[in-house]
């Protein structure tokens, strides 16, 4: 079963520090998403990501927030100068079709195992 | 602009059954089922594409109510193995861009 692989699983930083984490997304899945959830709360969307561009992204999603596809197949979320609010579980996803009408089922979301970042 | 499901948490023995509901202020397009385990990335359980579509497999279904832009995942004869966090999820945009978004989650709780 294809999956998606998110390293690493565990970070611990202090406030201000940047971090990057890391996703290896399903092979033949063209769009990518990043989902952050803070312990027991619900899952957020922060940004989608296709053809090496920001597709949608939210309100959380703001200047301290970056994403970028380096090689055909890491993609990452950058968290410039990071802040103790910025704890969670960080979800990455992938999908072989978009978010969307008519693409029958194609757009199931497959999630990573998550990268919990801790901010001291 | 973030589909409400309800109950928020429920507590169930073994054997009895259970109801979920996701209901949104806006158009469903689709509506999507996923259980997290503590700890676990949401695991994908069905995904409704059509006003009045039923889907189910094993002892769990779900139906959709594109008019009443509600949600409903049954859940019958339960197993420890379905405690978790159950998230409906639905597709909103406008104008051929959209994004992926998910309910407020519902906490089932299994017991022996």
């Known amino acids: 079963e294809p999956e998606v692989t998110q390293t690493p699983s565990h970070q611990v930083t202090q406030m201000g520090q940047e971090v990057i984490l890391r996703c290896v997304p399903i092979s033949n899945h063209l769009y990518f998403y990043w989902y952050r959830q803070i312990l027991g709360q619900k899952v957020e969307f922060l940004v989608s990501?296709?053809?090496?561009?920001?597709?949608?992204k939210s309100e959380i999603f703001d200047d301290q927030f970056s994403v970028e596809r380096p090689d055909g197949s890491n993609f990452t979320l950058k968290i410039r100068s990071t802040k103790l609010e910025d704890s969670a579980m960080y979800f990455c996803?992938?999908?072989?079709?978009?978010?969307?009408?008519?693409?029958?089922?194609?757009?199931?979301?497959?999630f990573g195992a998550g990268s919990r970042l801790t901010v001291l | 602009q973030q589909p409400v499901q309800s109950p928020q948490a429920v507590i169930l023995r073994e054997g009895e059954d259970a109801v979920i509901n996701c209901s949104s202020s806006?158009?469903?397009?689709?509506v999507h089922w996923y259980r997290q385990k503590h700890g676990e990335a949401p695991i994908f359980l069905m995904i409704l594409l059509k006003g009045g579509e039923q889907k189910g497999h094993d002892k769990i279904s779900a139906s959709f109510n594109e008019k009443k832009q509600q949600s409903s995942l049954y859940l019958t004869a339960s197993q420890l193995s379905y405690s978790g966090t159950y998230f409906c999820?639905?597709?909103?945009?406008?104008?051929?861009?959209?994004?992926?978004?998910f309910g407020t989650g519902t906490r089932l709780k299994v017991l022996a």
């Open positions: 996803a992938s999908s072989e079709a978009p978010p969307g009408r008519g693409h029958a089922g194609a757009n199931v979301l497959t």
């Open positions: 990501f296709y053809n090496n561009e920001i597709s949608e």
């Open positions: 999820g639905t597709e909103i945009g406008t104008s051929g861009t959209y994004k992926y978004i």
């Open positions: 806006k158009a469903l397009y689709s």
